[in-house]
């Protein structure tokens, strides 16, 4: 999941930003993913917190809570990488 996530990033990326741009595109994103690392064992351990103290319910119980927003993550995360989704550059001309 994490890898292809971040395989889509970088096509993204390589098709948005102009050649003399990437690096400056690549520091500004691979600070957002540090980041995001940063705080994605607390909204993980929250999120599984939550889905524990939910095991009686009867919608998604307990770690099915889980695997469901897990997979919504994931989901957004393919759609991004079509090409309605992608950030084309402009032909200058």
Same mark, same amino acid.
């Given at each position: 999941?994490?890898?292809?996530?971040?395989?889509?990033?970088?096509?993204? #990326? /390589? /098709?948005?930003?102009? #050649?003399?741009?990437?690096?400056? =595109? /690549?520091?500004?994103?691979?600070?957002?993913?540090?980041?995001?690392? =940063?705080?994605?064992?607390?909204?993980?351990? =929250?999120?599984?917190?939550?889905?524990q103290s939910r095991k009686n319910a009867s919608f998604l119980p307990g770690s099915e809570m889980v695997f469901f927003?897990? /997979?919504?993550?994931?989901?957004?995360?393919?759609?991004?990488?079509?090409?309605?989704?992608? =950030?084309?550059?402009?032909?200058?001309?």
């Open positions: 999941m994490y890898l292809s996530i971040i395989t889509g990033l970088f096509i993204l #990326q /390589n /098709n948005a930003v102009s #050649q003399h741009q990437r690096g400056a =595109a /690549n520091g500004i994103s691979m600070t957002w993913m540090s980041l995001f690392k =940063a705080f994605g064992p607390f909204g993980g351990g =929250a999120l599984f917190s939550w889905g927003v897990l /997979n919504m993550v994931e989901v957004v995360g393919l759609l991004m990488t079509f090409k309605p989704f992608l =950030a084309l550059p402009q032909q200058r001309g």
